[in-house]
């Protein structure tokens, strides 16, 4: 049985996380999000800390320059060059660990342009959560996730998120031609955005993924 793979990008503070891991816990299967930087680090034997050290120089990078790397093409560079450890092979080494766990088991990934790297999968479902700022403002003080000025928290979280997505895919983040589904998670409720996943992946593949689609 071929794997279904939900992959959830989303506004700061619409609960596209907590959604993701609301429909894993639902369905039985795992949800992966920043888990895959260590994986990858793993697997390549770089320091984990350089993994986050390129997502910290994105934040402070303005947008014009990130846009002189090209977008992902999938192929390793290997240990024997000196771009080992650039910014692209480390997001090389994250987009491998998201495919292997795409062919592996069905499973829900938050983040990383998952749905880009994964957009030649039949069998991925692309969601994007978004909702008002006054909405995504509310829910993220509600759960004590903002440092300092949460409207301008969220203002420079969105925009990092948009940054890394141009930066790796060179495409737009917020383009919902990028996504199968765009969902309102403030007009559905976290629940009603969890049930409208679901009965999408059930018209379009008749059935719900679980944890038996994971390989032995």
């Not at 093409?73 to 292997?100: C, H, M, W």
């Not at 440092?147 to 925009?159: L, R, S």
């Not at 031609?177 to 969902?183: G, P």
């Amino acid at each position: 049985m071929d794997n279904i793979v939900i992959t959830i990008a989303r506004h700061f503070g619409s609960g596209g996380k907590t959604i993701g891991h609301m429909l894993a816990d639902d369905l039985g299967i795992k949800c992966y999000g920043r888990e895959i930087i260590k994986m990858a680090s793993e697997d390549s034997g770089i320091n984990e800390a350089l993994f986050n050290k390129a997502d910290e120089k994105l934040k402070r990078t303005p947008l014009f320059l990130s846009l002189l790397k090209g977008e992902y093409k999938g192929k390793l560079i290997t240990p024997d060059s000196g771009e080992f450890v650039s910014d692209q092979n480390l997001f090389n080494y994250q987009a491998k660990i998201i495919r292997e766990l795409a062919a592996r088991e069905s499973c829900i990934i938050i983040g990383r342009a998952a749905d880009y790297v994964l957009r030649d999968n039949p069998n991925r479902v692309s969601v994007f959560v978004h909702a008002s700022r006054e909405y995504c403002i509310e829910q993220a003080v509600a759960r004590h996730a903002c440092i300092g000025d949460p409207e301008k928290f969220i203002e420079k979280t969105d925009k990092y998120r948009s940054d890394f997505y141009k930066y790796y895919t060179g495409q737009e983040w917020t383009d919902a031609r990028n996504y199968d589904l765009c969902l309102n998670s403030e007009r559905l409720g976290f629940d009603g955005t969890m049930e409208a996943i679901k009965e999408y992946i059930k018209v379009r593949f008749g059935r719900l993924p679980g944890p038996e689609d994971a390989a032995e």
